[in-house]
């Protein structure tokens, strides 16, 4: 079974520019979440969906971060414009039920 | 709000010694717990989870934690450890509520094998 995949893996920009992250989760898996990973700190939340709905954007900084999920299987998170504390690993993540399987994450580095 | 609390930042351990890193949740309604492992560069492995019945849990790798309410805590063991655990090791619980179910991560212990 296919895992949950992610592009870019890497992605350098300036500040100010914008960027966008792709997920693709496991086939069949209705939920899908977005998590932060600054360096040193565990994953933190950004936005739940469950097929092609939000359940959760309470953590997601919206002035500057958008999310979709279209046709309830992949996703887009975008952030626009970036700024330097956006450096972070972005990890996508999906369920069936209540365990989470993480992608490999797309690691972003803001100048 | 819901908070994990992990008060080991880095811990080293000889090669074929005992392990065990400490969790603690915030108090709440009946917590799901887990704790994922992480190598550098990789995504985020489960290594076990505890969601109802018997406190001891086993997982993958030979690793297993047991959760204690009185305590709040859910701590990971491996009674020997191998120069191939050396990761970082996070823990981490959900609240399942209005469908709301993200996790909310300690900040990871860092483990170290000593040869």
């Known amino acids: ?111 | 709000a819901q908070s994990v609390t992990q008060p080991d930042i880095h811990i080293t351990v000889s090669e074929g010694a005992s392990l065990e890193l400490r969790c603690n949740y915030s108090y709440g309604a009946t917590p799901y717990l887990f704790w994922y492992v992480q190598s550098p560069g990789q995504g985020l492995q489960l290594l076990l989870k505890y969601f109802s019945g018997d406190t001891l849990v086993q997982g993958i790798k030979g690793f297993e934690a047991e959760f204690k309410r009185s305590q709040s805590s859910f701590n990971l063991r491996k009674p020997s450890v191998h120069w191939s655990d050396a990761a970082e090791y996070f823990c981490a619980v959900m609240y399942s509520g209005g469908g709301a179910d993200g996790l909310t991560f300690g900040k990871g212990t860092h483990l170290i094998i000593q040869p």
């Open chain 1, 1 to 111: 079974e296919a895992g949950v995949a992610q592009s870019p893996r890497y992605k350098i920009i300036e500040k100010r520019q914008s960027v966008a992250f792709w997920c693709n989760p496991i086939s069949g898996h209705a939920t899908l979440y977005w998590y932060q990973q600054i360096l040193g700190q565990g994953p933190k939340l950004l936005i739940q969906f469950q097929n092609n709905g939000v359940v959760d954007d309470s953590q997601l900084p919206k002035d500057r971060f958008s999310a979709e999920r279209l046709k309830g299987v992949d996703s887009t998170l975008k952030i626009q414009p970036a700024k330097l504390e956006d450096s972070a690993v972005y990890l996508c993540a999906s369920s069936l039920g209540r365990e989470q399987f993480f992608g490999p994450g797309t690691r972003l580095t803001v100048l």
